[in-house]
């Protein structure tokens, strides 16, 4: 037996990006700036117009895949590939950029809440330059567990007999959002070599076996490798489960680029400014 204890509790600093939207970034960070194959984790969530309305005004990405992931609110989306969309709550965007896309993403709303996730994945060396591929994942196709304890939407990976819509995924992903009741537990088997965390949106958790300080919304707990997770909900809880294999190779970062090495991102600008990204 190898119960999952925490390796180490982030903060989330505030931030802000695109044109000027609030966030609350915890991957990416002076604190933990790659966890394998996570590059970026950005919970973005206000209640005020202020905070958002300036959007992600057209911008490129190499190398990665970006998943956002909508709670609530309506963001429009659109992309060098032709595809637009509006995503709503409990939608998910799960964009592989490959080679090339420049993309927008504006609010659809002009008041109200808006609250959700976007997770960076990097890709490995020999899928970086492949064709943009774009999953889109309405809300009412995702998959929901739910017993008197718990209820979990599965966006990626497996829980009993529930299989979320990604699969054949190189990093083998794990993507769950677990609501979780006071006083009850959450168990899952993890695979021994992904790496894995937490985030906790609301409420306050207790992991594994081992002593720890008390865990409060919107911090993001990094699971040390093993088997079994076990997760008690001291008091009504909601929080993401993400986990994935690690690609093993070095990464070079260029702003909305992620490569191998410093060249390629070189490369990636150069192809930006000459108007040869879009291939
Ligand atoms: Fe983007």
Known sequence: MSEIEIKKIVEPVETSDGAGVKLKRSIGTSAINYLD???LLDEFGSENKDDYMAGFPPHPHRGIETVTYMLEGKFEHKDSTGAKGIMSSGDVQWMKTGGGIIHSEMPAMS???????QLWVNMPAKLKMSKPEYIYLDAKQIKIYKDEEKKIKIIAGKFKNYEGPIKGHNVEPIYF????????????DLPLNHNSFIYLVEGN???GKDKHQRIDGSSLIVLKKGKNLNVKALKRSKFLLIAGKPIGEAIARG???????????LQAMEDYNNGNFIR
């Not at 008041?111 to 996730?117: M, Q």
């Not at 959002?177 to 899952?188: A, Q, S, V």
């Not at 702003?255 to 991102?265: A, D, L, S």
């Open 255 to 265: 702003g909305p680029f992620v490569m191998n090495t410093k060249q390629e991102i």
């Open 177 to 188: 959002d677990i609501e979780l009741r006071e006083e009850n537990e959450f168990k899952f």
């Open 111 to 117: 008041d109200g809440k808006l609250h959700g996730f």
């Open 205 to 207: 958790i207790k992991i």
């Open 37 to 39: 194959p996570f590059l």
